[in-house]
Nanobody, 119 residues
Framework: QVQLVESGGGLVQTGGSLRLSCAASGRTFSSYAMGWFRQAPGKQRELVATITSGSSTNYADSVKGRFTISRDNAKNTVYLQMNSLKPEDTAVYYC?????????????WGQGTQVTVSS
């Protein structure tokens, strides 16, 4: 069982920045693929960014050039640096860990952190 705890959300003005953190339990964090997703009211959850165990990254087109995902394996933590925020970035942001369990993979989710960007 992997537990994820997000932090760093809040209210920010358009053009501002926030950094989200996600602290994970487990002794093999460095092997997890990690991701950030978001869900706005009335919309489906969508991928924001992912980072592999080898630190390869992938971003949604809507956040490329503005958001940066990174990880610190020594702290069992993944970050999402969000710059040049827009009102359309308003959502609950969720951290996801993809963990290999033998021959299968399991996904674990955090409880989410609210990000609100005012215009």
């Amino acid at each position: 069982q992997v537990q994820l705890v997000e932090s760093g959300g809040g209210l920010v003005q358009t053009g501002g920045s926030l950094r989200l953190s996600c602290a994970a339990s487990g002794r093999t964090f460095s092997s997890y693929a990690m991701g950030w997703f978001r869900q706005a009211p009335g919309k489906q959850r969508e991928l924001v960014a992912t980072i592999t165990s080898g630190s390869s990254t992938n971003y949604a087109d809507s956040v490329k050039g503005r958001f940066t995902i990174s990880r610190d394996n020594a702290k069992n933590t993944v970050y999402l640096q969000m710059n040049s925020l827009k009102p359309e970035d308003t959502a609950v942001y969720y951290c996801d860990a993809e963990v290999r369990l033998g021959v299968v993979f399991a996904d674990y989710w955090g409880q989410g952190t609210q990000v609100t960007v005012s215009s």
